[in-house]
Nanobody
């Protein structure tokens, strides 16, 4: 089993920045990739960004150039990632979920992902 612990999120004005962090523990040797998904009210859960153990990243078109996902190499006992979100827009408002699993984390198909965090609210005021 894998446990995911998220931190970050909150309320920010449009144009501002936030940083989300997620650390995986437990059977992390089973993991190939981690990422972030988001879900706004009434919307489907969608991929935001993903990164694999080799450092290859994948972004949704809507966040390219504004969001950056990275490995947190300081936490060498866990598989941890950060999501730096800059130039935030009102439409970025959603609950953000950390996701972990195999290569399908980057595929944008939530049912294929075995591990999820509890979610953290990001609210961008316009």
């Amino acid at each position: 089993q894998v446990q995911l612990v998220e931190s970050g999120g909150g309320l920010v004005q449009a144009g501002g920045s936030l940083r989300l962090s997620c650390a995986a523990s437990g059977s992390i040797f089973t993991l190939n990739a981690m990422g972030w998904y988001r879900q706004a009210p009434g919307q489907q859960r969608e991929l935001v960004a993903a990164i694999n153990r080799g450092g290859i990243t994948h972004y949704a078109d809507s966040v390219k150039g504004r969001f950056t996902i990275s490995r947190d190499n300081a936490k060498n006992t866990v598989f941890a990632v950060n999501l730096q979100m800059n130039s935030l827009k009102h439409e970025d408002t959603a609950v953000y979920y950390c996701a972990a699993g195999g290569a399908t984390v980057a595929a944008g198909w939530p049912p294929s992902i075995p591990y999820w965090g509890q979610g953290t609210q990001v609210t961008v005021s316009s």
